[in-house]
């Protein structure tokens, strides 16, 4: 784990000044998501932040939003955009949450998982199932492989050069069995920008 946080640290804070660079891109996605979440009054838990862009949009309706992060860099640029105080910024470790059991209705996770090895993202996702009500939901925004198999061979090898040493375990996966395993039923899938990323709504 320390050798996993101090990899996190040095990545995220070469990241943080220009992040929200890749939020252009994910404009509509993010949009999207918000209305399919619709978090109207309800209360938020959003694990691995970064920059705090999904967890501003539902603040906007929702009852309470949680934001969490490793990286201090990406908080301090989150913070810096809040405007809405039902929305807090903490620095915690998702794999060993101080939230109660069944704190929240709703817990996200934006691209965030692939950043982890396998035994962090195993240990984040059990503690979002416990964090979680019963019949809470679950959103998952990740990467997904397109079909085309050129593209996917193409699109991989170019991904890989910018995203973080997990990337490539994480894509050969199995993410939709994997997610199964810790009793999330899949409610729905949708597919964005050619087939790159993927946007999963399970039940817990």
């Known amino acids: ?3 996993y946080q101090a990899y996190n640290d040095k990545l995220f804070s070469r990241w943080a000044p220009v992040y929200d660079g890749f ?26 932040t970064g920059t705090g862009s999904l967890a501003i949009a539902l603040s ?13 860099k990406m908080l301090d640029v989150a913070k810096k955009k ?10 915690m470790d998702a794999s060993n949450m101080s939230f109660q ?20 993202r195993t240990a984040v996702l059990e503690e979002a199932k416990r964090v979680l009500k019963k019949d809470g939901k679950l959103y998952v925004l990740e990467y997904d492989v397109p079909r085309n198999k050129l593209l ?3 699109s991989t090898f170019f991904i890989n050069l910018f995203e973080s040493k997990y990337y490539l375990p994480f894509i050969a996966s199995d993410f939709e069995s994997y997610l ?3 009793g999330f039923k899949m409610e729905r899938k949708t597919n964005y920008l050619l087939g790159h990323l993927q946007f999963l709504t399970l039940t817990n």
């Open 180 to 182: 199964g395993s810790f």
């Open 82 to 91: 809040r405007s809405n105080y039902e929305l807090s910024f903490l620095q």
């Open 152 to 154: 996917r061979w193409c």
């Open 60 to 72: 906007a309706t929702a009852k309470k939003v949680v934001a969490i992060d490793l990286s201090d």
């Open 1 to 3: 784990m320390k050798d």
């Open 23 to 48: 939020e252009l891109i994910l404009s509509h996605v993010r949009k999207e998501m918000v209305q399919e979440i619709n978090p109207s009054n309800k209360t938020v838990l959003d694990v691995a």
């Open 101 to 120: 059991d069944g704190a929240f209705d709703i817990v996200t996770i934006s691209l965030g998982l692939h950043d982890m090895p396998l035994e962090v």
